[in-house]
């Protein structure tokens, strides 16, 4: 293990590459990785790296909003089959095609989608953002929201919007159990409950605190003597516990009774030897197609835009 830590850093200095990995990561890629974050931060720190090669440890839409971001640079993910289920429940034709039967609506993704779909929006969210982005439009806005159904419900509901909504949903948030959920609050009557805005209404009637990873996060360093139970991908523990080293983080299950948390199988894909071979070999590389890049590229920097007008 030490050995290919060792070679990794020596190949990321040789060739003048980044490492950038997500919150749900395993715990040694977020621990090698130059950033971790979630996708508003890793979108911004693709857009101002100076680096050649920008090795996008999360998922493939992940890395082509870097490539999109990023035309000159090389970007490299670990394994090109880190897909990720939210974005394939929007397929690019099929999403073009409801925007075209809803003229006069204002386009919203969420950036957890492809390219393609991208460059048929106005523009870009994340969790972490979406709140502000929805209100910075006028109360009477009609607006178009895609594809998570439970992220595009909250939102609504907090900002009482009628958004319309794009079916979709990610497979590791939908998986929540609300019963196992209601058990560990019983359990831990002290617990504080985080989840995630794209999980189910039912589940977040039970949380305590709703946001982004990077918010969960955030409120846990801030109230480190609480304990938590929490709703989203397990892969945040890592960051939550080096944060926290004192406090005790539960991860919510699945409806699945033989796991004892929720992990994405896509993102558990990438690993530090297939990082390895990635820096070596320069490749699996995620290419996207010009045009499709010079439209997609517009909503995402109107995200990173706004975000950094309203100090996000």
Known sequence: M??????????????????????YQKGEIQDIADYVGDSLALAQWAAKTEADIIVMCGVHFMGET??????????????MNAGCSLADSCPADKFAQFVKEHPGYTVISYVNTTAAVKAVTDVVVTSTNAKQIVESFPQDEK???????????YINSVTNRNMLLWDGA???????????????????????????????????????????????LKYAVDHPEKKYIVATESGILHEMQKKCPQTTF????PNDSTCGCNECSFMRLNTLEKLYECLKNESPEITVDPEVAKKAVKPIQRMLDISAKLGL
Do not use: M, W
Not at 66 to 79: G, I, M, Q
Not at 143 to 153: Q, S, T, V
Not at 250 to 253: F, G, R, T, V
């Open 143 to 153: 607006i178009i929201f895609g594809p998570d159904r439970n992220l595009g419900n």
């Open 170 to 216: 990610c497979h590791v948030h939908e998986q929540f159990s609300v019963e196992k959920i209601v058990e560990l609050k019983a359990e831990h009557s002290d617990a504080i409950v985080l989840a995630h805005p794209e999980c189910k209404s039912t589940v977040l009637k039970l949380a305590d605190v709703v946001g982004s990873t990077a918010a969960l």
């Open 66 to 79: 870097a490539k999109v971001l990023c035309p000159d640079k090389k970007v490299l993910v670990p394994d």
């Open 250 to 253: 539960i991860p919510a299950p």
């Open 2 to 23: 030490n050995d290919l830590i060792k070679a990794i850093n020596e190949l990321k200095k040789e060739k003048n590459a980044i490492i950038l990995g997500h919150y």
